[in-house]
């Protein structure tokens, strides 16, 4: 079955980084794009960017370009988005999803979501 | 980038009675519109895609509508299980904005 498994929990001061995994299995890697979503506390969700597992293409929301970098490793199935300069409205839960290619580019599978917390 | 607006932002109702959620893109996005619901902690999970394409294991009662800028959510007859907050979203082209949700509370 398919499944995409995060990595813990994260608590970072204000200015650091974190990098959050997505492990993908179940199915063919590189025929589907991995998307990340980030929720505020209670917030709505918000659509960070885009890789593609295949050529390791990605897009960036305007307001994570250079901040956000989404990489991928094809040996263990496993997509990272690592987010620097974090200030404290960075503080979300952030999932990965997966995305169709063709066919309407929606989000059949989601990870369970990774607590990122940013305080000093 | 296309912004999407959801309308009611909440909403209370029995069980039993039919609801209506609608999604308006300040665009035409053909039919490329998801709908998620999701409920205190978990993850989304995809309801409809592409306006009206009912997602492998969701009950029959939920169902989709519209294109171009328009679409709407049915769920025909509510079960306690159906509340929560539901999502709509553009796949038309990046960034994939989601609408601001919906929370479907028990009346």
């Known amino acids: 079955q398919v499944q995409l498994v995060q990595s813990g929990a994260e608590v970072k001061m204000p200015g650091a980084s974190v990098k959050v995994s997505c492990k993908t299995s179940g199915y063919t890697f590189t025929n589907y794009y991995i998307h990340w979503v980030r929720q505020a506390p209670g917030q709505g969700l918000e659509w960070m960017g885009i890789?593609?597992?295949?050529?390791?293409?990605?897009s960036y929301a305007q307001k994570f370009q250079g901040r956000a970098t989404m990489t991928r490793d094809t040996s263990t199935s496993t997509v990272y988005m690592e987010l620097s300069s974090l200030r404290s409205e960075d503080t979300a839960v952030y999932y990965c999803?997966?995305?169709?290619?063709?066919?309407?580019?929606?989000?059949?599978?989601w990870g369970q979501g990774t607590l990122v917390t940013v305080s000093s | 980038d296309i912004q999407m607006t959801q309308s009611p932002s909440s909403l209370s109702a029995s069980v039993g009675d039919r609801v209506t959620i609608t999604c308006r893109a300040s665009?035409?996005?053909?039919?490329?519109l998801n709908w998620y619901q999701q409920k205190p902690g978990k993850a989304p999970k995809l309801l409809i895609y592409v306006a009206s394409s009912l997602q492998s294991g969701v009950p029959s009662r939920f169902s989709g509508s519209g294109s171009g800028t328009d679409f709407t959510l049915t769920i025909s007859s509510l079960q306690p299980e159906d509340f929560a907050t539901y999502y709509c979203q553009q796949s038309y082209s990046t960034p994939y904005i989601f609408g601001q949700g919906t929370k479907l509370e028990i009346k």
């Open positions: 999803a997966r995305g169709w290619i063709a066919a309407g580019g929606y989000f059949d599978y």
């Open positions: 665009q035409s996005i053909s039919s490329y």
């Open positions: 890789i593609d597992p295949s050529g390791d293409l990605t």
